[in-house]
């Protein structure tokens, strides 16, 4: 079965500084969909960036950068020049294509001024 | 981007009732939803799957009986609660996606709504 690990419960940085959210998942399959969703204090889940496992190529959007390591099974998201609204709960999810998304347990980043 | 309406937003319900939430697709036809459990602090659990006209599918100790899920039509997933006692209170999200070939087979989230079960 997948699974998607989440190893930092917590987080914080002060703002303008560049933090970096680890995540690690296992899987069985070679195609696959890679994601950091945002869950802000309203709970509505936001898509942050999303990487497709075929891709060699890093995805990137904006401040938000990832390190995807397909042979180490590792997926971290960077956040360069962290702003107050970046803080948040920050959850790694995977799918295969047309399957539900399996999330990790989440890390709440807090940005401080 | 593609809007998924979930509603109601909140519910307060005695033990013992049945709750109806309703999650819909507003500008495309959503093939399969998906419904999702988040207590406090935790992650987003995956409750069960709907495909349009079929019967959904659930996981792993999630009582089928209890969390009725309808998906009659292209645009409308519903989860009905039946018979909430107190630790069936809850956040619960819907996602939905739409059929590949129409370019909207990413996952879109409802904004959840949080069941509080007295």
């Known amino acids: 079965a997948q699974t998607v690990t989440q190893s930092q419960p917590e987080m914080s940085v002060q703002e303008a500084e560049t933090v970096t959210l680890s995540c690690t998942y296992d899987t069985s399959e070679n195609n696959y969909y890679l994601f950091w969703y945002k869950q802000p204090p309203s709970r509505q889940m936001i898509l942050v960036i999303r990487?497709?496992?075929?891709?060699?190529q890093n995805a990137t959007e904006n401040r938000f950068s990832v390190n995807f390591q397909k042979a180490a099974k590792s997926f971290s998201l960077k956040i360069s020049d962290s702003q107050l609204g970046d803080t948040a709960m920050y959850f790694c999810a995977f799918n295969e294509a047309g399957t539900a998304l399996i999330f990790g347990k989440g890390t709440t980043l807090s940005v401080s001024s | 981007g593609a809007v998924v309406s979930q509603h109601p937003s909140r519910v307060i319900c005695k033990s013992g009732t049945s709750v109806k939430i309703e999650c819909r697709s507003l500008d495309f036809q959503a093939t399969t939803m998906f419904w999702y459990r988040q207590f406090p602090k935790q992650s987003l659990m995956l409750m069960a799957t709907?495909?349009?006209?079929?019967?959904?599918?659930?996981e792993q100790g999630v009582e089928k009986d209890k969390f009725l899920i309808n998906h009659a039509s292209l645009t409308l997933s519903t989860l009905t609660v039946t018979s909430a006692h107190p630790e069936d209170s809850s956040f619960y999200i819907c996602?939905?996606?739409?059929?590949?070939?129409?370019?909207?087979?990413?996952?879109?989230f409802g904004s959840g709504t949080q069941l509080s079960v007295l």
């Open positions: 990487q497709e496992a075929y891709k060699q």
């Open positions: 996602s939905a996606r739409g059929a590949p070939e129409t370019g909207r087979e990413k996952l879109f």
């Open positions: 709907s495909n349009e006209g079929s019967k959904a599918t659930y």
